[in-house]
Structure formats: C-alpha cells, structure tokens
C-alpha cells in the first residue's frame, strides 16, 4: 500500500473532511491520509467528542479502497487496533488492544479508531475511512480533563515525539496488518488478537445503551464479534462498552 499524505494546521474532524470530499466527488486514491495538527469537532465511536489541542495528538484519516461487505469493517478496525499495539510495543510502551476498537496501557486509554464505510453518489468507487485518533503529546492535566482514564505516549515514556514522524512510523504495522486483513479477514488476526486482547475465560461486563450483559470471554467469532458465555448460553455481541 502506498500512503500519501496530506497535513492540515486545523479540521473539525479529518473523518468528516474525507467524507465531505468524496461527497464531492474528488479524486481519493487508495492509501490517502489527512492528518491534522489539530482536531476542533473530531467524533468517536457513540457519538463522542475526539478533539485535540495544536500540536498535541495525532489525528488522522485513512482511505482504504475496498469493495467489502459491512459486516467485514469491525475486524478491520481490530487489524488497525494491532498495528496500532506494533507501534507501541516497538516503543516499550506496553499496550494492548480492547474489543472493540480501542488501544489501552492498563486501563487508560491512548488510542480510538472509528471506521466508517463510504461509497460515491456516482457508486464508481467504495472504500473505508479508518480514523485513528492517538494520544501522542497530552499531558496529564490534559488527560485529567477528560471523562474517561487516557494516557499518552508522553505520559508514558516522558518524551515528547514530533507527530508527522509518529505518522510515518505507524505505516509499516498499517501496511502488514491492513495486508492481513485484506487476504484472510478476522481469521488471519484472531490469534494474536486474542493473545493480546484476551485472555479467554476472563469477566466481562458489556454496557450497549441501557443494555448491561456480563459473563466471561468464549473467544471472538468469524468477523470479529465478541462471544461472551453467559447462564444463557454464549451470546453474540457486536457492539457496546467492555469493562
Ligand atoms: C473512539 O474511540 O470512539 C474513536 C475515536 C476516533 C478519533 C479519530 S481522530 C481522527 C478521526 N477523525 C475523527 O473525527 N475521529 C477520528
């Protein structure tokens, strides 16, 4: 895969930039990123805010052209979890990936990713937008100030890191895992996934909504849902919040 990338100073979200210009009917080559020094109405997964101070984080968009059914964009969004857990690894940060889409250090959350599947009015293309949002130079006041536990590679490792080289050192986990995912789906991912992610057997509680389900880790199904065995029987879950 080829990644060419474009930065901007300021979006509101580099997700709905992206979106917007296929919309547009603008040229949008596999492998495209946009990235932003900053993030002023960047959105998660549920409808969360994602933004992000200049300079502070990294904030990004990836086209992937693909024809691919829905059901198969949850297990992309764990291969990008993967690589994402490459990357920090390779940098002693010992990250792990959370069922669904997140990346965590403990309990404190470094990394989103929201995939969203597009096709142009015109149907001449289709394709996925990968948006990772990762928490490079926050600080700890400014992870204090958010609702949820987050952490930083900052908070981490007590070094700042310059975020276009950030960028362009996640390619290469992008590019194998992305592959992966390309030539065999969640198959391919499944065992390191549940390795890095499990182990099977643990507690779970699944919040979707009002929704509140609990029981323990049967493992992940054929697109990467997870399967939780509860007194009723193994359950298939394809969304929600683990705790
Ligand atoms: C989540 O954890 O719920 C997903 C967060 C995804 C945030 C990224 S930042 C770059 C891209 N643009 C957006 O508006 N959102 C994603």
């Not at 690589?83 to 309990?107: C, E, H, M, S, Y």
């Not at 609702?147 to 908070?155: E, H, N, Y």
């Amino acid at each position: 895969m080829r990644f060419t990338v474009e930065w901007f100073d300021r979006l509101a979200s580099t997700n709905a930039y992206m979106k917007e210009h296929i919309s547009r009917d603008l040229p949008l080559k596999n492998g495209t990123v946009f990235a932003t020094r900053e993030q002023t109405a960047g959105r998660g997964r549920s409808d969360r805010k994602w933004q992000s101070a200049p300079d502070t984080n990294l904030c990004f968009s990836l086209f992937l052209q693909t024809d691919c059914e829905l059901i198969q964009v949850p297990s992309l969004t764990m291969a990008v979890a993967l690589a994402v857990t490459d990357f920090l690894n390779g940098q002693n940060i010992p990250a792990r990936p959370k069922w669904p889409n997140d990346v965590l250090v403990g309990t404190h959350k470094i990394c989103g990713i929201l995939s969203e599947r597009v096709e142009k009015s015109n149907k001449s293309a289709a394709g996925i937008i990968i948006g990772i949002g990762l928490n490079v130079n926050m600080t700890n006041q400014e992870a204090e100030s958010i609702d949820r536990p987050a952490t930083s590679i900052l908070i981490e490792t007590g070094n700042a890191a310059n975020l276009s080289q950030t960028l362009e050192a996640l390619f290469h986990p992008l590019e194998y895992w992305i592959g992966q995912w390309q030539n065999g789906g969640f198959s391919n991912l499944r065992n390191c996934w549940t390795e890095k992610s499990g182990p099977i057997g643990k507690t779970l509680t699944v919040h979707d909504g009002a929704i509140k389900k609990s029981g323990t880790l049967a493992g992940f199904g054929d697109h990467g849902e997870l399967l939780l065995q509860t007194e009723n029987g193994i359950e298939t879950i394809w969304s929600g919040d683990v705790s």
